[in-house]
DNA sequence: CTCATTATTTAACATTTGTAAAAGGAATTC
DNA sequence: GAATTCCTTTTACAAATGTTAAATAATGAG
């Protein structure tokens, strides 16, 4: 739980009565590659720490799997509108790689809420984060050729374009793996 | 300022003391049609809190005006990343119709926080309900023709095709005007 | 009201991206 | 290590979107 903590702390520090009670709502899972930790239609009622390995979140659009994000390690990742809401999502949380993980109960988070406001104060931070991102991911897709998204996502994410699989990366971008596949011969 | 008390109510109710003392870092705007509220590189120090009137948040891209959202009477706007970090912004906030704002300081704010806790759990929640509207409006332009785009907004945010310009809705669709014009006149 | 300006539509053409199918590579299983 | 499956590239063609320019339409200023 290590590798949680100092992440976390990087963020905004707690207390350490607030860092164990938080750990006590915090348990260990391993996910194989290909296997969906959180599948479409439930109820995300975990937040997800990824120690290692890979996870991306994807939907399905009219049958055609949709690559929405990725996430590596020392990230968290939620199904926000799920996890907030009690509903069910539309897309699933899915391992592209073996991935050991760390799973943070939703609804026993938002109770310690209560009790430890530097709990509450981190988090509120987490998702400030999340969302300043997501802001910025729409500026990156919203008036760019395909092109220019690729060449965005290799300079700004090389990672994602050395371990991820060509078809997850082109739905992840909005294009077709045709295209993509075009892009890159082209760019060579 | 009684809009945004119910505005802010309707979120998260807060005791009549926080109400006070958010009250008291408030100031009333007046904002004329076509002007920059908050100008391009410029830190953005206020969240602001429509009354009436309508506004923009805008970029350049390559000297092409980009429309990233709009927003309506009874709405809180931010450029979050500027106004957490204290840094420039690449984007402008615009009036597009003559509009009355309330202004939130925001180093104000940020202190309340502190003495507040019902303040900091008001606007966690103000943020984590941008952040999921946000994650939806990835959804809505990642993998989908312009059309698709523009049929969505249609459903959607009806109130957005009847107040505002096409081509502000152009390039928040990610389109030209040429195509989404093209596009009214082969729906009907 | 008229003129000037700005916004929207239309047209013709260029470019990009999608679709479907086939071929070649890479990885996995037995 | 052969066979199978999955992934990526390529090709040919279709459809969507961009570009430029001109024609209308709508709006605003004096």
Redesign the pocket.
């Known amino acids: 739980m290590k590798a949680l903590i100092e992440y976390l702390n990087s963020i905004n520090e707690i207390s350490s009565q607030s860092e164990s009670a938080l750990l006590s709502i915090c348990s260990e899972l391993e996910v194989k590659k290909n296997t969906d930790l959180h599948p479409i239609g439930h109820v995300c009622r975990n937040l997800y720490f990824v120690k290692n390995g890979l996870l991306r979140i994807y939907y399905l659009k009219d049958h055609i799997d949709v690559t929405e994000s990725f996430e590596f390690e020392n990230s968290l990742v939620a199904r926000a509108d799920s996890l907030f809401h009690a509903k069910p999502s539309r897309k699933a949380i899915q391992a592209i790689e073996d991935s050991n993980l760390i799973a943070i109960n939703g609804v026993s988070l938002f109770k310690l809420y209560d009790s430890h406001p530097d709990i509450e104060r981190l988090f509120r931070k987490v998702f400030e984060i999340a969302y300043v991102e997501s802001v910025n991911r729409i500026e990156s897709i919203q008036f760019h050729?395909?092109?220019e998204r690729y060449e965005n996502l290799l300079e700004k994410s090389p990672k994602i374009i050395r371990r991820i699989?060509?078809?997850f990366i082109a739905s992840y971008l909005?294009?077709?793996?045709?295209?993509?596949?075009?892009?890159?011969?082209d760019i060579k």
């Open positions: 050729s395909a092109k699989s060509l078809k909005g294009i077709t793996q045709v295209s993509l596949s075009r892009i890159r011969a």
